[in-house]
């Protein structure tokens, strides 16, 4: 808001706020191209990717799988150019390999190698949740959208509770696993609900509330550090923004650039809903159906997107959204 002396007298004008900055990362598979099976070649692939794209990739649980992180971005055409940048350059480099790179969530076929790369956190954590981190690969899309103020975000991630269905029902991604088709959009969304830091966002009072919390799992080696815990939004441990993880890697670029729009105008929603609403309403409801939120995100239908993607935020209230909040000119799309 901004107050403004006309003829005399104040007059309150509404402004646009800033941008929020975004940034984008995405899980790949490694994947035979006649077989399906799973390659264990990461780090050739990271190895001859283009200079410009080589730092943004990232190595993951599996030797065969491959993530592609952005910068920080304020639009979303530069989101989608970088993306594409990576994506393409990746695709290419698993092909001089001979491999195909697959924007999927789960592992579709057979995970016929199941080694960590090098480093100790790898180990650790299998170390420490034993089987479950041998599940078979799984891939998500995670958005960042810059919130530094700590209070804030801890604010932002209690009020973005009810729009985590709808991103999971949109990025939903991954039917088959192990060679068979489980009946869910996303299997991901079940696999994973044997971490045990798995699941919708805990209600926080305050950011003294959500670090005493952290401290408290780390402490009684429930995780192992702050970076394992996976709940669907949540503070980044490394960067100033509020990270959500809920959703599978999208096969289609222009799908992962319209979800990080619809997260970008969540988060802003959220924030302008701060004073007026509170969120602790909805949290016994998310947390009895996390489960539901593979299925459907109200009453575990068995097609869990088409419910989902045609409840009214998303058919009427998302548009709005991202119109007020998200790119105020049209994203290039090619």
Do not use: K
């Amino acid at each position: 808001m901004a107050t403004m002396i006309t003829a005399g007298r104040p007059v309150t004008r509404t402004m646009p706020a800033p941008a929020l900055t975004i940034g984008v990362e995405e899980e790949f598979l490694l994947l035979d191209p006649v077989t399906g099976a799973n390659l264990p070649i990461a780090d050739q692939v990271a190895a001859a990717l283009p200079e410009s794209v080589r730092p943004r990739s990232r190595r993951e649980m599996r030797r065969s799988m491959l993530e592609l992180v952005t910068g920080v971005c304020t639009g979303l055409n530069e989101v989608r150019a970088q993306l594409s940048e990576q994506r393409r350059a990746a695709a290419d480099a698993a092909e001089a390999a001979g491999a195909r790179l697959v924007a999927v969530g789960a592992t579709p076929v057979a995970e016929l190698d199941s080694s960590m790369p090098a480093g100790q956190r790898y180990h650790d954590l299998a170390d420490r949740y034993g089987p479950v981190a041998a599940d078979p690969a799984a891939c998500g899309l995670h958005v960042h959208v810059g919130v530094a103020d700590r209070e804030l975000a801890v604010q932002v991630c209690n009020h973005l509770q009810v729009w985590l269905p709808v991103v999971r029902a949109l990025t939903s991604n991954s039917p088959l696993f192990l060679g068979v088709d489980t009946g869910h959009a996303s299997w991901r969304s079940v696999q994973l609900l044997r971490w045990p830091s798995i699941g919708p966002t805990p209600y926080f009072a305050s950011a003294r509330d959500y670090g005493r919390t952290v401290e408290d799992l780390i402490s009684s080696s429930m995780v192992l550090d702050e970076a394992s815990i996976y709940w669907y939004a949540r503070l980044s441990p490394t960067y100033p923004t509020v990270e959500i993880r809920v959703g599978d890697v999208c096969t289609d670029l222009d799908d992962t650039v319209l979800v990080t729009a619809l997260v970008r105008a969540a988060v802003a929603t959220a924030i302008a809903d701060i004073p007026g609403r509170d969120p602790r309403s909805a949290a016994p409801r998310l947390r009895a159906g996390r489960r539901e939120l593979a299925l459907g995100p109200l009453r575990a239908q068995r097609r869990p997107g088409r419910p989902a993607a045609r409840a009214r935020p998303a058919r009427v209230g998302a548009r709005r959204r991202v119109l007020r909040h998200g790119q105020p000119r049209p994203v290039e799309v090619r």
